[in-house]
């Protein structure tokens, strides 16, 4: 009687296993694209620096409670700050004369899941460079170690505005005379948060221009021809900046007087 609880025991955990395994394959449909990150949470909830006036002032003023961030409706919102990551970019020797390419990228993720990037990159070749999210983080190898486009869907490679593109495809950016781009943009596909961050991952400035996937070749549908990658970063955690203040300076004390 007793062999036969162990075993009931036994076999019910064992279910209990397999369901997990199960589970983990559902959520996660295409194993071996990318590194086994299960789950991301977004930390800054999770650090008490985040929670204290003093160390993050601009959170936790009433001013602050009542400002939403871009794409919010006015009204009560908690103070939580928006996901907020960082690329410092940096030329890994890759291609020859770009030691001088540099700057950071920042990301921003606001309550609609658009992804707000903002950032300025000098020493550029004046014109295009194609701008991608990249698989990894790994820089052993320069830049090229960082691996192809981030391509969870595994679609082909496209333009930031197509139906079907990479979830890395961010495009081009376009470099002055001076050498300089700056970046000021949103994306829909790319998040901070979930299974599809793309924090823990690298992020690629190139030497050409991307072609959206239009270049005619089967290179194109991978790489849209992009050519070298002249520099290139790993997105990490930021603190985040201060939220936009709302249109109207309006209070609820005010409006509770109307
Ligand atoms: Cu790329
Ligand atoms: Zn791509």
């Not at 009560?76 to 410092?88: G, L, W």
């Amino acid at each position: 009687m007793k062999a036969v609880r162990v075993v009931l025991i036994l076999g019910i955990a064992g279910l209990g296993f397999a369901a997990e395994n199960v589970k983990k394959r559902a959520a996660y449909p295409f194993p071996g694209v990318y590194p086994p990150v299960y789950t991301v949470s977004f930390p800054h909830y999770l650090s008490p620096s985040y929670y204290d006036a003093e160390e993050s002032p601009s959170y936790y003023t009433p001013e602050a409670r009542y400002a939403p961030y871009p794409g919010q409706r006015s009204g009560y919102y908690p103070p939580v700050p928006p996901p907020t990551a960082v690329a410092e970019i940096r030329s890994m020797g890759d291609v020859e004369g770009s030691d001088n390419v540099q700057g950071y990228i920042m990301f921003t993720q606001t309550v609609n899941g658009i992804v707000l990037i903002s950032g300025n990159i000098t020493g550029l070749t004046e014109g295009h460079h194609g701008f991608h999210v990249h698989e990894l983080a790994d820089t052993r190898e320069g830049c090229k170690s960082m691996g192809p486009h981030f391509n969870p869907g595994l679609t082909n490679h496209g333009g930031p505005a197509d139906p079907y593109r990479h979830v890395g495809d961010l495009g081009n950016i376009v470099a002055g005379s001076d050498g300089t781009a700056h970046i000021q943009e949103s994306d829909h596909l790319i998040t901070l948060t979930g299974p599809n961050t793309i924090v823990g991952r690298g992020i690629v400035v190139h030497a050409s221009k991307d072609d959206f996937g239009r270049g005619g070749d089967k290179e194109s549908l991978k790489t849209g021809n992009a050519g070298g990658r002249v520099a290139c970063g790993v997105i990490g955690w930021a603190r985040p900046m201060p939220p936009i203040p709302p249109p109207s300076p309006e209070k609820p004390e005010a409006s509770s007087n109307n």
